[in-house]
């Protein structure tokens, strides 16, 4: 008999592949979300707050397995420790955490706080993995379409992105959720590097529009680890197959 899978932020973009994947796997699934949600379908929803340390108890009650994708632009690792504090309390067995890449080198608040929650996964005394993925095409078509929108686009020189897609980092998760504990695991990252500037041409295009481009350059500590591909993960990195291009044409059709 298989115990409940809990997946915290599992109504968010990557949640939404994660779920029905471990549906299809057969395994019973609670989502602990804000909001008030029906259960339905072999999935149970669980209104609490990992910020707030609101309803994480009942949460993580009989799960065996903790799939934690809940995330936001600050305070990841203080909800992060909220978590496993209840996790370790429930006797959970395996502890699932998705990161990003670059979270131990970029000098940035959002990449400090996800070292900080690895930091209290990794310290937790509970089995845990974690998987570091790079940005999802997802965000960086948020982020062209805002840039779009300017009469002219920055184009910030050397600032660099290896978008993957969200679905490729979704089945890996449900993979190293139903398997064995591993620790750290092989980053996961798109097949292609772009510059910042590319991922909005590419957008544009797409959309059969243009624009004029202005280089800019980034200052400082945060400019230079982008410029020196600290959010990259160009080696020993598990790679996935589908391109910005790929997205975009599916996406925008």
């Known amino acids: 008999m298989t115990s409940t899978i809990l997946v915290t932020g599992g109504t968010g973009t990557l949640g939404g592949h994660v779920v029905p994947l471990l549906r299809a796997a057969g395994r019973d699934v609670r989502v602990l979300s804000r909001h008030d949600r029906e259960s339905a379908d072999g999935i149970e929803y669980v209104t609490g707050d990992l910020l707030k340390g609101e309803g994480i108890e009942d949460a993580v009650a009989g799960a065996g397995t903790v799939l934690h994708l809940a ?80 009469p002219v686009v920055p184009a910030p020189g050397g600032l660099r992105w290896q978008p993957v897609d969200a679905r490729e980092v979704a089945a890996r998760l449900v993979e190293l959720a139903l398997g064995e504990p591993a620790g750290l695991v092989p980053d996961l990252a798109g097949p292609k590097v772009y510059e910042l500037a590319e991922l909005t041409r590419g957008y544009l295009r797409a959309c059969g529009r243009s624009r004029l481009t202005l280089p800019v350059r980034m200052p400082g500590k945060v400019g230079r680890a982008y410029r020196a591909g600290e959010n990259l993960s160009l080696e020993g990195a598990a790679v996935g197959e589908r391109t910005w291009e790929d997205f975009l044409a599916e996406r925008l059709r």
């Open 71 to 150: 995330g936001g632009p600050k305070g990841d690792d203080e909800a992060t420790r909220n978590l496993v504090r209840a996790a370790s309390r429930a006797g959970v067995r395996h502890l699932v955490y998705i990161s990003v890449i670059g979270a131990d080198r970029i000098p940035l608040g959002y990449f400090r706080s996800k070292l900080g929650a690895e930091q209290a996964v990794a310290g937790s005394g509970l089995p845990w993995t974690t998987l570091r993925a790079a940005q999802f095409h997802d965000l960086a078509l948020t982020v062209a379409g805002k840039m779009a929108k300017m």
